[in-house]
């Protein structure tokens, strides 16, 4: 199961992880927080100390790089994500140096530019799961460490999500938030839109993921519950939610507020049938009434897609034009199609690829 997502950084766009942490870089300091934040997720997800090690061995390669190449600023986004049955850690790095005039060769031993052992990013390469050039030009370079946390234990799992969000035109934060947490027998996908945009929104919608990741042992209709009580000093958040249960082949789906889900099946024809979700009326943290959680059955190959109201509801035809949909090409061109600039816009899709 891979899950990562779009994030617009200071006008910079920027495929992440999830729950991204933005750490800017402008001088030896930064070094300091930027350490801090990997620590905290040493502690949080039980990195051994052999990936502590390591991780700081790129990290100090990575920030002197920026320091010495990069035009002496820049930023790191880290997060995380799951990428071919594993736990990973993402460091996106962006710079505003003069970028690299053959990427393949600085990452050869003992090439250097300038008057080093040039040893720094091959050093990355043997550290890291995976060093990407994402993009490189004459105003700065960006580029990606994958970076294994520890193996996924993917049991009977065989779905795979992509999330892909973008805040409102004039906002620097994010109102959307969505994430997948995988257990022994069970996945959650869940996307939520906090009320209204701006660091208000934000607080609720990352509020309400935090409380389904502390209490995934719950049913369904009490996690949605316990999380209404819990966002009742927030602005509120419209929320959709999606837990496939591995072996019975059964997702459980409940959408409270302005939400959408999406169930395509590919028949025989090689055409899609959409089964659209019902929704419940209400605003979690805010007000609740009756809900009602609903079963439909999943088999190999069927596509869940969950939006926000950012979205409009004109890419079904798109979505029609091809039956073998590459996830990540399918998020990107239905987001860029049909998200609306005034407000956040959101997809979260899946596939059951057993």
Same mark, same amino acid.
């Given at each position: ?6 994030? %617009?950084?200071?006008?910079?766009? !920027? ?5 991204? /942490? ?43 790089? %920026? ?9 790191? /986004? !880290? ?49 890291? =799961?995976?060093?990407?050039? %994402? ?10 460490? !994958? ?21 409102? !035109? ?100 090689? /055409? ?8 419940? =009326?209400?605003? &979690? ?7 009602? /959680? ?23 035809? &798109? ?36």
């Amino acid at each position: 199961m891979a899950l990562e997502g779009e994030q %617009v950084f200071s006008g910079k766009t !920027v495929v992440c992880g999830s729950d991204p /942490v933005v750490i800017p870089v402008n001088s030896q300091y930064g070094y300091y927080s930027l350490r801090s934040k990997i620590l905290e997720y040493a502690n949080k997800y039980d990195m051994s100390k052999n990936q502590l090690n390591e991780l700081e061995i790129i990290l100090k390669e990575l920030f002197s790089n %920026v320091l010495k190449h990069g035009g002496g600023k820049g930023r790191f /986004v !880290v997060s995380t994500g799951e990428d071919k049955g594993r736990f990973v850690l993402y460091l996106d790095v962006i710079d505003t140096g003069d970028g690299f005039s053959d990427f393949d060769q600085a990452t050869e031993e003992g090439y250097s530019t300038g008057g080093s052992l040039g040893g720094g990013l091959p050093a990355i390469m043997r550290l890291s =799961n995976r060093l990407q050039l %994402v993009e490189n030009s004459s105003n700065g370079c960006h580029i990606r460490i !994958v970076k294994q946390i520890r193996s996924l234990n993917p049991g009977n799992n065989h779905w795979e999500f992509v999330l892909f969000s973008r805040p409102h !035109v004039d906002e620097y934060v994010n109102g959307d938030q969505g994430n997948v947490f995988h257990y022994e027998d069970s996945t959650i996908a869940v996307l939520v839109d906090g009320l209204g945009h701006g660091p208000n929104a934000e607080q609720a919608s990352k509020q309400a993921i935090l409380e389904i990741r502390n209490h995934k042992g719950m049913g369904v209709e009490d996690l949605i519950k316990h999380t209404h009580k819990n966002l009742s000093k927030t602005r509120g958040a419209a929320l959709s939610l999606a837990k496939i249960d591995h072996s019975r082949g059964n997702l459980e789906w409940i959408g409270i507020g302005n939400v959408t889900g999406r169930l395509f099946r590919k028949l025989k024809s090689g /055409v899609f049938r959409e089964t659209t979700f019902y929704n419940n =009326n209400g605003t &979690l943290g805010v007000q609740l009434r009756s809900m009602m /959680v609903l079963n439909y059955p999943v088999k190999p190959s069927d596509i869940l897609i969950l939006t926000t109201d950012g979205l409009k509801n004109n890419w079904i035809p &798109l979505m029609m034009q091809q039956n073998d949909w590459d996830l990540h090409v399918l998020g990107k061109t239905i987001l860029d199609f049909s998200a609306r600039e005034r407000d956040d816009a959101s997809i979260l899709v899946g596939r059951y690829t057993r």
